[in-house]
């Protein structure tokens, strides 16, 4: 039983969903997929013999988020992983993976939504390269964003917008 146990462990250590700790010579990598009940992200490096999860995200949306578009899903998935992972994104050079072709254009549209432009303004803080690639190869952040761990939770800029609509309408009424 324990060489059948240290076995186990051994083929679970040496698999590629085991988390790696974050190492400053390899480039990362932040994948991110949206479903209809969340949103899944998995920050990578790139090692020599392939890509290494660092960290994983998986959140549930709200009732109000689950009416955004996908295209606002799917941004918000990159926001949160901007937010959740800014300390190692900002300051270097790294790709974002989407299975979202949309986004890809996402700093060329010339119109889109508030939401999506206050993003935009967000996301151009950082030196990234966003990459297409088909859903099929972005299993990892597909399978998190379907079984969303994380209880959906009021964004804090949602939360904000709110406030100041309540404020402005108290104000103007006297």
Known sequence: DELNA?????????????????NNRFTFKVQTDASDEGIGVVLLQIYPEGDRPIAY???????????WSPMEQECYAFICSLDK???????????WETDHKALT????????NKRCERWRLKILEYDYKVKY???LTNSMP???????????????????????????????RH
Request: hydrophobic share 35%; net charge positive.
């Open 6 to 22: 240290f076995d186990q462990l051994k083929q679970i250590l040496t698999t590629d969903m085991v988390l790696r700790l974050p």
């Open 57 to 67: 995200l998986s959140k549930k949306f709200t009732q109000a988020q689950r009416k």
């Open 85 to 95: 992972w800014h300390n190692y994104l900002s300051g270097i050079k790294f790709t």
């Open 105 to 112: 254009q996402l700093n060329q549209k010339a119109q889109i």
């Open 133 to 135: 690639i088909p859903g």
């Open 142 to 172: 597909d399978y998190l964003s379907r079984s969303p761990v994380d209880d959906a939770e009021e964004d804090s800029d949602e939360v904000s917008l709110l406030i100041s609509k309540s404020t402005q309408t108290r104000f103007f």
